[in-house]
């Protein structure tokens, strides 16, 4: 199963990996990471599909596919 | 190609040396009265294997010459003062980067466009910055086409040393004139002595990274204390100067270049006449300036100075701080062009010496 | 499980200090990704320019030097010249390459100069606070263009990639964007054929990347992108302006 393994503290919380996910599946966590940003998780577990559509938006590089 | 003797055309001399010196990089843009260093070049330097470019601009030529002396080569350019002017932010750029960096400014008479005559009009411009922030540059000035060849091959070796640019400040005469000068053997300059940062080839050890920017808080502090203890050292080391005739002397002119040049004629011809008592201090380094040497000349209070240069006093100023009050420094000052005579400097030093204050000589009328 | 997306080797670890959502860390990212599946790492000599682009140095593996505003191709041109084996690339912005930098970035693309201009045209000035650019669009509301853009005072944005196209010692000029991952992909491919023109030794390679600005926009990054898409695209077409190597002459829709 694909999945996506996300480095919160990199994030910044600019919601691009959300706005383009083909399957829908990620939101934005209600956690904080240590800078204040929220950071994305998915809704629910085993949608991914590992196009790596999210990495590659990703201004952060704070998210690492892997399948 | 061995050392040799050839009749040379100051620009042509200065170029020669150059590339004698290993230098394999020269970008410039056409201005009078250097114009023939830049052509020379077009032709000898990828004779002798190196590049050249006219660049759109003197900004685009000294940003050229900054990315090429990051990889270790011997890298030059030159100009007039209105082009010099233009370069300044790559200069401070070169000096903040630690970058070496030669290049040549062949005076004509400002401010603005001015005009095409020789002129010594840009010393502050060479010597106290010019650009902008705590730096400095190594100023030459030679008064003689063998001077010409000497000094570039100095400067070369000087900037190597110190990591840092280094000027030939000439002036029209000096680019223009014809002499006789011996050109030095060539030597090739190997680049891998800058190894330990030079770019390119960053295979198998830590990335080089050159640059002038410090922004973490004290990082630009501490960098320009670095660069001011490496130019108390050029200061303790580098400093040139002629004298002649001081001791006996009751006027000691203080003149460079072509004005020292023609202060020397003075100077002989008084001694020929059986006066006025003359001597002269001929700075090669007009940074580092001779300043103990000047310092210990007037310590005793029996000399007056009579600064002899071709502008409005920049020199004077320098000659001034040098003396620390105990003596009268005077100026003959010509300007926009206008070229000093030797009777002119005599008249000069028998009214400076006569003067119970300092006095400024301009021409007649003015 | 093998990882299929991650950091490229080229790219260091330090996190980007750019604003939440902006393109040039993609651009980044994209740029040490070919130069990895190139090979040519050890290679390459950045040429940091003066902007948001003056921290790029400091996200990438390999040789960089600083180059004073606007002076990155006369800074490329000194470093090429002397070092023809290094690849030789830039990263500038648009004051820095179409503003001050107008007249290095038109004579090295007219003389042929074997490098790689990497222009992010986000249409604004960034690290200065949000002041109008040559490419701002008409009416764009920035700092010293409050009331909006007036043709009357300013002029029409400008065109890089229209401009460069008729110069000669050009070898490949592409205009893409980083907006949605279609312009990503799209974006990565074209840094590879432009970073080929260099090892091939084709002239001047340059590759304009539409960029959001999400802070100088005023707007949050998902409404950025959808600007960008929108509205920016339109004055600024994407596509292939030039590569020399192509049988037909290429046309970009007007």
Redesign the interface.
């Known amino acids: 199963m694909?999945?996506v393994k996300v480095k919160a503290?990199?994030c910044?919380?600019?919601?691009?990996c959300i706005?383009?996910c083909p399957k829908k599946s990620l939101c934005m966590s209600p956690s904080f990471n240590l800078k204040g940003?929220h950071y994305p998780e998915f809704k629910e577990p085993d949608t991914c599909t590992?196009c790596?559509?999210c990495?590659?938006?990703?201004?952060?590089?704070a998210?690492?596919?892997?399948? | 190609m061995a050392e040799e003797r050839r009749l040379m055309k100051g620009n042509e001399a200065i170029a020669e040396a150059a590339i004698r010196a290993g230098c394999?990089?020269y970008?410039g843009y056409p201005i009078t009265p250097q114009n023939e260093l830049t052509e020379y070049m077009s032709l000898k330097m990828s004779e002798a294997g190196g590049?050249f470019?006219q660049?759109?601009?003197e900004?685009?030529?000294i940003?050229?010459?900054?990315?090429?002396?990051?990889?270790g080569?011997r890298?030059m350019t030159s100009s007039s003062g209105p082009g010099i002017s233009l370069k300044q932010?790559?200069i401070s750029?070169l000096c903040g980067?630690e970058l070496p960096a030669f290049y040549a400014n062949i005076v004509r008479g400002g401010p603005g466009l001015g005009n095409i005559a020789p002129a010594q009009s840009d010393y502050f411009q060479s010597v106290k910055g010019g650009g902008h922030g705590d730096y400095r540059v190594i100023v030459l000035a030679p008064s003689t086409g063998q001077e010409l060849v000497d000094l570039t091959r100095l400067g070369f070796d000087l900037s190597d040393k110190y990591s840092n640019p280094a000027m030939i400040l000439g002036d029209g005469i000096l680019g223009q004139m014809m002499e006789p000068v011996t050109l030095p053997e060539p030597v090739t300059f190997d680049m891998k002595t800058k190894d330990d940062w030079r770019?390119?080839?960053?295979?198998?050890r830590s990335?080089?990274?050159?640059?002038?920017?410090h922004l973490a808080p004290g990082t630009l502090e501490k960098h320009n204390i670095d660069l001011l203890k490496k130019y108390r050292k050029i200061e303790e080391k580098e400093v040139r100067y002629e004298a002649v005739g001081v001791e006996d002397a009751d006027v000691v002119i203080v003149a460079y270049g072509t004005a020292a040049r023609i202060a020397k004629s003075a100077v002989a011809m008084a001694k020929a006449a059986g006066g006025p008592k003359l001597g002269l201090i001929r700075p090669i380094t007009l940074w580092p300036f001779p300043t103990k040497f000047i310092a210990e000349v007037a310590a005793d209070g029996s000399k007056d100075f009579l600064v002899v240069e071709m502008s409005l006093g920049q020199m004077r100023e320098d000659v001034l701080l040098s003396v620390l009050g105990k003596a009268k420094v005077s100026l003959l000052g010509r300007t926009g062009g206008g070229i000093p005579e030797e009777e002119e400097i005599l008249e000069a030093a028998k009214k400076a010496r006569a003067s119970k204050e300092a006095i400024e000589v301009f021409p007649e009328g003015n | 499980?093998?990882?299929?997306?991650?950091?490229p080797k080229s790219?260091s670890d330090k996190?980007?200090s750019?604003?939440?959502?902006?393109?040039?860390?993609?651009i980044h990212?994209l740029t040490a990704e070919v130069i990895d599946e190139l090979g040519i790492?050890?290679?390459?000599?950045g040429?940091?320019s003066v902007g948001c682009s003056?921290f790029s140095?400091a996200y990438?593996?390999?040789?960089?030097?600083?180059?004073?505003h606007g002076?990155a191709p006369?800074?490329?041109?000194?470093?090429k010249?002397?070092?023809p084996?290094?690849v030789v690339l830039t990263h500038q912005g648009d004051g820095d390459l179409a503003s001050i930098g107008a007249?290095?970035m038109?004579?090295s693309a007219n003389r042929g100069e074997n490098i790689t201009v990497i222009f992010v045209n986000n249409a604004i000035y960034g690290m200065t606070g949000g002041q109008m650019a040559p490419t701002t669009l008409v009416g764009m509301k920035t700092t010293t263009s409050p009331m909006g853009r007036d043709v009357k005072g300013t002029g029409y944005p400008v065109r890089v990639c229209e401009l460069l196209r008729e110069l000669k010692g050009v070898a490949y000029l592409e205009r893409t964007s980083v907006d949605?991952?279609k312009g990503?992909?799209k974006t990565r491919k074209a840094l590879k054929k432009a970073f080929q023109a260099q090892l091939d030794g084709l002239g001047f390679s340059l590759v304009e990347v539409v960029s959001q600005c999400?802070t100088g926009w005023g707007m949050?990054?998902?409404e950025a992108?959808k600007w960008l898409g929108k509205d920016m695209k339109a004055y600024f077409p994407l596509g292939l302006f030039k590569d020399i190597r192509a049988e037909e002459p290429q046309e970009v829709a007007q």
């Open positions: 694909p999945e503290e990199r910044k919380g600019c919601e691009l706005l383009y940003y590992g790596a559509i990495g590659m938006i990703c201004p952060e590089v998210l690492e596919v892997y399948k | 394999r990089f970008a590049v470019v660049a759109e601009s900004v685009a030529a940003n050229m010459v900054y990315g090429a002396s990051s990889t080569a890298v932010e790559g750029y980067a770019l390119g080839d960053s295979a198998g990335r080089h990274m050159i640059t002038s920017v | 499980m093998k990882k299929v997306f991650g950091k790219l996190p980007f750019y604003c939440p959502g902006c393109g040039h860390s993609i990212r790492q050890s290679k390459c000599i040429v940091a003056v140095d990438f593996n390999f040789d960089f030097i600083q180059a004073a002076r006369a800074v490329a041109t000194g470093v010249r002397v070092r084996d290094c007249a290095e038109l004579h949605d991952p990503v992909i999400p949050t990054p998902v992108v």
